[in-house]
């Protein structure tokens, strides 16, 4: 097939919702880097200043100048990447290193062009699927991972023979402000790391005036040590879909973007199969579930890689196609968000956590936490440890149970020297922090670090944490 031209790629684009990012990449796709040529036209056809065209483009690594550099190779330099073989395959691929990028949890990853090689060995890389989260060791019950490994998940049909839409169906019936009331009742809170109350958040921007409102799928997951929404998007991506399709209900939304991290490839691939089966079951488009005038749209847009753009307002400057700059709040994106109008933004986890929560019921997901803490949290565990994954545990469950009783303790003739929590920005917790620790925010903040999206990388006595 031919390729397209510069002025089929530009009127294919201009007057797509949050244009640039897919522009940019569909040129970047084509020619293997943005030449001067690339941009310029890009600037002429959405009628950006050239300048400021370059200062974003050159914002994200992963847009390349050089020629071809799009398909020459990158390993990931995550913490847990380096002590696995990094530097052997950036000497022997010739290659240059990216921020983690999100599979920790297997050998080190190669990203070249669009595919995603795996393997410690220059000789010995292939592609791999992510792996399934382990089953729970704990026999807790689960709430987003509670079907994810059944078999054909991902697709419409095998979605739906367990409650799939059901969720959606059942709100339809109902009013959105009841539907947000549920969200408020059963204290779901941000799952991405701030930890907002979501019912809250649904509710501020249905009395917000503005339209259209907004709903943001934050997939960017750029926080080092973290690969749980890959898992989510990639066994289960209808969950997702459901959730931000019950938030376009509860808020009155109309559009919606998923915000898709560039270092996965695969999970664009099924996100993009996903969204034509629920547009073809009628469950995105106009008139939704058969409710006339429910009209919502859902739309992927790729990163390019900026660690920023995982901060709400570095995100949505990056899909209006601006400098992925944090923006100063208030106001905030309820009142102030995509296109200076009310828009929801919530974790991939947080929509997930929302269909279940329908089906089930407020109390239901308030008694899957321990004590007095609601709910689960889906945890990626990485590192010195024997069974490393993704895990959803229950609030308040101790971090020893955790790391000793479901993921086996620390390799063998080893002991934990250092745990961190939410990626490096979290902090840490010394070995001797364990035995006191619960997973919730109080316990953990106790010891001066936080949970928040729970990237918990596993550091034994070999290690020298000056070098982490």
Same mark, same amino acid.
């Given at each position: ?280 079951? *009628?469950? !995105? #488009?106009? @008139? ?6 429910? +009209? ?6 790729? %990163? &390019? ?121 979290? *902090?840490? !917790? #010394?070995? @001797? ?6 997973? +919730? ?6 010891? %001066? &670090? ?19």
């Amino acid at each position: 097939m031919k390729p397209a031209d510069d002025s089929d790629l530009i009127n294919h684009w201009r007057n797509q919702p949050a244009p640039l990012l897919p522009l940019l990449h569909a040129f970047h796709e084509r020619d293997g880097w943005l030449s001067e040529d690339a941009l310029r036209c890009i600037s002429d056809g959405l009628k950006i200043p050239l300048a400021e065209l370059f200062g974003t483009v050159t914002f994200y690594h992963h847009f390349s100048r050089e020629e071809n550099g799009r398909n020459k190779p990158r390993v990931c330099d995550g913490p847990v990447c380096r002590f696995r073989g990094t530097e052997n395959l950036l000497e022997a691929l010739s290659a240059k290193p990216m921020p983690c990028a999100g599979r920790c949890d297997g050998p080190v990853p190669v990203l070249k062009g669009n595919e995603v090689l795996i393997g410690c060995d220059a000789s010995d890389l292939k592609p791999l699927p992510s792996p399934l989260p382990p089953p729970n060791p704990g026999g807790i019950e689960e709430c987003v991972f509670a079907h994810i490994r059944e078999e054909g998940r991902a697709t419409i049909k095998g979605y739906r023979k367990t409650d799939g839409y059901a969720a959606l169906e059942k709100a339809l019936a109902d009013s959105p402000e009841n539907l947000v009331a549920l969200i408020t009742e059963s204290k779901l809170a941000g799952r991405g790391g701030a930890g907002f109350p979501t019912g809250k958040k649904w509710e501020m921007v249905a009395q917000a005036e503005g339209n259209p409102k907004t709903i943001v799928c934050n997939a960017d997951e750029g926080e080092p040590g973290c690969f749980k929404d890959r898992a989510l998007l990639d066994y289960d991506p209808h969950a997702t879909l459901e959730g931000m399709i019950l938030a376009a209900h509860a808020t009155g939304a109309m559009r919606g973007f998923i915000y898709l991290r560039y270092e996965y490839p695969d999970t664009l691939v099924i996100l993009e199969r996903a969204i034509a089966e629920a547009k073809a079951a *009628g469950w !995105l #488009g106009l @008139n939704i579930g058969g409710k006339a005038g429910f +009209d919502f749209e859902i739309y992927i847009r790729r %990163g &390019a890689g900026a660690y920023i753009c995982g901060e709400e307002g570095s995100l949505l400057n990056s899909l209006e196609g601006k400098h992925p700059f944090p923006r100063n709040r208030p106001p905030f994106p309820v009142t102030h968000g995509f296109e200076d109008l009310p828009t929801v933004v919530n974790n991939v986890e947080t929509f997930a956590a929302a269909p279940p929560i329908v089906n089930h019921g407020a109390d239901w997901y308030q008694s899957l936490g321990l004590g007095e803490h609601a709910g689960t949290k889906a945890v990626s565990l990485s590192g010195d440890i024997q069974r490393p994954g993704n895990y959803e545990v229950p609030f308040g469950l101790p971090l020893k149970t955790l790391l000793h009783d479901w993921a086996g303790g620390p390799l063998a003739g080893q002991s934990i020297q250092a745990v961190s929590i939410a990626g490096l920005s979290g *902090g840490f !917790l #010394g070995g @001797n922090d364990l035995d006191e620790v619960t997973l +919730d925010e109080p316990s953990i903040r106790s010891k %001066g &670090a936080f949970l928040g999206a729970a990237g918990i990388m596993v550091f034994d006595d070999r290690r020298n944490m000056v070098d982490v």
